[in-house]
């Protein structure tokens, strides 16, 4: 189940912009697999091999950077409530040019094109500068959770700082700009980018998530309190130092954002060992690669191994791992989340809305998290290898490489074509939701869309299981809750009140209606599905008034209501899932 209480769910932009984005990120994953299938004999060999170049950016801007700027405009406004102005056109225009200067970057550096370098310098500094400005303007009315909007907001400084750096080294390789210690530079660019703009938007983005998606308890105060701030003043430091010619201080600075960004995935570890849904699917394997990767990668880092192994552990560990299985919850449950939306807004309650399993199938991204684990384990193993087995590396190497760019391709095919269905699955459902309203227009509601009873899902085919005694208990449960609370403050007789009775079928369609196809009680870990605000509040008023009358006036009900507490098993406001 989800957490989603604290979201503002109303204010999220068109599904077609965050969409965008995340479709079109597997293409860029997809050549990099194809650039290391082709030239597999030495772009591990050093970082600094055109190929290698060109490998990182194709990741780095055009997997990672895409999906996180997608994942931003669409988590902004519901996390923090600062929805972003014209948000389709700013979308669109600087994912062209981030599209554009990706692909133009990458070919200049693979190639050594000076129109290459001009045009990707040119196009990410424009689209990226875009973009920062117009969230940058959304943040500053940003409320909700602190220490997310703060690690936030330092993520997007440091998008800016990686961009200013980025354009700096595209100046001194063009000639234009004399640029001393281009080593430290180019360090000092990879860490505001890896550290900064991932490891800060990862931070802000998981303490929401987590606890969302996998129903963990929060992260504690002292890691949502100084874990950004700590690793933003480390890149801030070691950005002086580089200024002031201590390069070997500045390793050591950045060392500490390393090190703080191994601690969360230490805590986010501890915090899914001990979440309320055991359930294992293919988010949660993505989570825990993820942050095993980055706790590798802060360990190597800190201890003077190999950068390449630290750029596979990174890019390819942390930076296609967790974004890819974000991107099985996200969209997933934005699909039903708007289609939930037009359902209210067509009062087309016939119409059946998928559920969220339904979108992408568990097994097939169980199949594509396993393609992506083998090509992590083969390239971290050809990156490994030259320090390990020096005397293996040109051919071992080489196949390793090679196997791993492949499972890379096919890994990033499969998640694109995943993302595709899902998107087609729910432009057909939207269709089928616009040409129903259209043929058959039903009746505007009384009362407001959030406070309006969905109906039972029936028609066109679709039939609801009949409910199981579980829920016919609830049914029985709430009924005389209500009748109870109904008969001492409203003065009713036998039958409740206009209010009341609105109250009870509001309450028994969610007792019927799951996101997840389950039939279980009503549960508080995606109440704002379930109720809305006002609708929890009323549930709650009821619940105090009639639970202590219960076993007077209801004891078989009573009875069975206390005896599911005591099997742990919540009756009229949890839920636990099957997993």
């Known amino acids: 189940m989800l957490n989603t209480a604290g979201l503002s769910l109303e204010q999220a932009p068109p599904i077609s912009v965050p ?57 902004l406004p519901v996390l923090a409530g600062a929805p972003v102005r014209r948000v389709t056109l700013v979308g669109r225009a600087s994912q062209v040019l981030l599209m554009l200067g990706t692909l133009a970057l ?16 040119a196009s990410l500094g424009a689209g990226l500068l875009l973009y920062a400005l117009v969230v940058g303007i959304a943040m500053t009315q940003a409320r909700g959770v602190k220490p997310t909007i703060l690690a936030m907001r330092l993520a997007l400084a440091a998008l800016v700082a990686t961009l200013v750096l980025g354009l700096m080294l595209v100046t001194a390789l063009l000639g234009w700009l004399p640029l001393p210690g281009l080593v430290e530079w180019v360090n000092l660019h990879a860490a505001w980018g890896l550290l900064g703009w991932v490891g800060l938007l990862i931070m802000g983005v998981g303490y929401q998530v987590v606890p969302m998606f ?8 002292w890691q949502t309190r100084w874990a950004a701030p700590v690793t933003a003043a480390a890149l801030l430091a070691a950005t002086l130092l580089t200024l002031a010619g201590r390069a070997d201080l500045a390793g050591w600075s950045a060392g500490v954002g390393a090190l703080a960004l191994g601690v969360f995935a230490l805590v986010t570890l501890d915090r899914q060992r001990r979440r309320e849904r055991r359930r294992v699917d293919a988010t949660l394997l993505y ?17 003077g191994g190999r950068a390449e192994l630290v750029g596979v552990l990174a890019l390819l560990g942390v930076g296609i791992g967790l974004p890819s299985g974000m991107l099985f919850k996200i969209v997933p449950f934005l699909s039903w989340f708007h289609l939930q939306h037009r359902q209210l807004a067509t009062r087309r309650f016939d119409l059946r809305i998928p559920h969220m399993h339904a ?45 791993g760019g492949g499972a890379l391709v096919l890994a990033a095919t499969l998640l694109g074509a995943l993302l595709a269905r899902a998107a087609v699955r729910h432009r057909q459902v939207r269709r089928q939701f616009d040409q129903a309203s259209a043929d058959n227009p039903q009746p505007r509601p009384e009362m407001s869309p959030k406070m ?18 579980r829920i016919r208990h609830e049914q029985r449960t709430i009924s005389a809750m209500l009748g109870i609370y109904c008969h ?33 009680p009503v549960c508080n870990r995606c109440q704002v599905h379930c109720y809305s605000r006002t609708m929890r509040a009323r549930v709650r008023e009821v619940m105090r008034h009639a639970g202590p009358r219960m076993p007077l ?27």
Not at 106 to 121: C, E, F, I, M, R
Not at 554 to 576: E, N
């Open 359 to 403: 979108f992408i199938p568990e097994i097939q991204a169980r199949v594509q998290f396993g393609l992506y684990l083998l090509a992590l384990l083969c390239l971290g193993s050809a990156a490994a290898l030259p320090s390990l087995a020096p005397s293996l590396t040109t051919g071992l190497g080489t196949a390793l490489t090679q196997a």
């Open 553 to 579: 006036r209801h004891p078989w009900l009573a009875t069975r209501h206390l005896l599911d507490k005591l099997r742990q098993i919540p009756v009229l406001t949890d839920r636990k899932s099957n997993g």
């Open 214 to 221: 996998h129903v963990t308890p929060a992260y504690p105060r």
């Open 287 to 303: 989570w825990w690669s993820a942050m095993i990767s980055a706790i590798l990668a802060a360990g190597v880092w800190l201890s």
């Open 19 to 75: 969409f965008g984005f995340f479709l079109a990120a597997p293409v860029f994953a997809i050549a990099a697999g194809a650039l290391l299938v082709a030239q597999g004999d030495v772009i591990l060999a050093s970082r600094w091999t055109p190929a290698a170049l060109a490998v990182t950016h194709l990741i780095a801007l055009g997997f990672l950077t895409q999906v996180m700027a997608g994942a931003l405009l669409q988590m």
């Open 488 to 520: 001492d403050l409203h003065g009713g007789g036998q039958t409740l009140c206009e209010d009341c009775e609105r109250l009870r079928q509001y309450a028994m369609a969610r007792l019927e209606t799951c996101p997840f196809q389950e039939r279980k």
């Open 106 to 121: 990458s070919a200049g550096l693979l190639w050594g094109g000076q129109p290459g370098l001009v045009l990707g310098g």
């Open 452 to 469: 309006q009873p969905s109906a039972p899902r029936s028609g066109n085919g679709h039939q609801t299981p009949r409910p199981g005694p």
